[in-house]
């Protein structure tokens, strides 16, 4: 416990001094204001370039304007969560930074732990706090086709989870390749080919990505089997990242 | 345009972005004159903060920098 804490409060002053909070923070919050504002913008945009009435077809109301950062949050986002914590773990591997500490008595396990609760529980914030921006800014500027705010939470909370799995996923990886650059393409890999695997019915309900396409269509069909499936290989996924930090940090 | 809210009101919801988007260019450009960096030499970086705008300040802030 006493490491776990120990981790914890380096993780945050890490995340401070490396300005990840800033970045994280900028990632998830510019696009919840940016997509309505953007939208809204986008029929008087068309008008000017495109001649004809072009802009007429498109409807925006407050449906799509949630459903556009959702679409925001699992690319441009995804990339920027990616770039920010792909050597969080990789670099103390491959630099061995952690000899002194478990000679000391630290226990891996929970550096590991310490690392991963660290920043799902933050990027968890970060994205409750931008839907319920995005939602102010979508029913301030936009009036039909309204959707409830506890829609927006639960869509919230399914990104949320993504998230979970994704950065255990990047830490699994990392704790293999020990390149953070590698561990990260491999995770965006990984995320377009879970997208492509999510139209095949059978097993959609058990694919992470699942997450994000309940959250977009704001439905909970299957909801409780996707969301047990992917905590599942989160467990499994840290049990494993454990037993390659320990075999990595003293080959 | 935008013709159901007043101007105040468009200001007001429009503030926040122009904020962020400055702000950070701003720290960003600070950073640079401070750090060391990698990669790029420092007035590609400038370049880069300038005309990428927010991308290309998280770019600089992530992959930039030589770390302490």
Known sequence: MNTFKAYLKKEMLESWRQYKYLLLFIGIILFAILDPILLKLLPEILKSKINGDLASLIQIDIKSAVQNYIKDLNQVTLLIVLLTLMGSLSDEISSQKLIFPYSKGANLSSIVIAKILHYAVTISIFIIFGFIINYYYAVTLFSENIIAFKNVLISAALISIYYFFVIILLMFLSSIFKKGVLAALLVLMLHIISALLVNIDKIAKFIPYNLISLANSFTTENILTTIFSVLLYCIILSLLTIKNYKNNTFA | MLNKLSNPELIKLILPLFIIQLGLT?????????????????????LIIIFGEILGCIIFLTIGRERE
């Open chain 2, 26 to 46: 701003v720290f960003s450009i600070y950073r640079l004159s401070k750090d060391k960096v990698k990669y790029l030499p420092k007035w590609a970086w400038l």
